[in-house]
């Protein structure tokens, strides 16, 4: 899938997801050789919101991308819109790491970030799976 095409259907999971608050939401996508804001060795796709504007950047993994059919790549956009629907919960979760020592603060956020992923991966299949039937295919 071309970077184009790819925004596309980002517009698009964004205008149906939009009762999650997405719709307004500028989101800025690249093209990268390794998505950086993650930590998970070959991942797909990553976002950074910013924290003070719904402005998101999204990386994309270029191998990945060109080499992925259109339900795999919707999969995975759906992830990383309900990731960025999450930004506020996120940040007041994290606030608490402020207050605890080391390595408490280690453990919550790998505790965290491993029940986020499969709590935010549920929620989008299950997203997919119910919208799938009324999916415009491009
Ligand atoms: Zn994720």
């Not at 939009?18 to 804001?37: N, R």
């Not at 924290?51 to 795999?72: C, F, I, R, T």
């Not at 020592?101 to 119910?130: C, M, N, Q």
Request: hydrophobic residues 45%.
């Amino acid at each position: 899938m071309t970077l184009a095409a790819f925004k596309r259907r980002v517009a698009f999971w964004a205008e149906r997801l939009k009762p999650l608050g997405l719709a307004h939401w500028e989101i800025d996508i690249e093209v990268v050789d390794e998505p950086s804001p993650s930590t998970l060795y070959g991942a797909k796709a990553a976002v950074t919101c910013s924290s003070n504007y719904d402005l998101v950047w999204m990386e994309v993994a270029e191998g990945w991308l060109h080499d992925s059919d259109l339900e795999e790549i919707d999969k995975v956009i759906m992830h990383e819109l309900i990731h960025v629907a999450m930004r506020d919960l996120d940040d007041s979760i994290h606030r608490v790491t402020q207050y605890l020592g080391e390595p408490a603060v280690s453990v919550w956020k790998e505790e965290l970030r491993h029940e986020t992923e499969g709590f935010v991966d549920r929620i989008a299949r299950t997203l997919y799976l119910t919208s799938r039937s009324n999916v415009v295919q491009s």
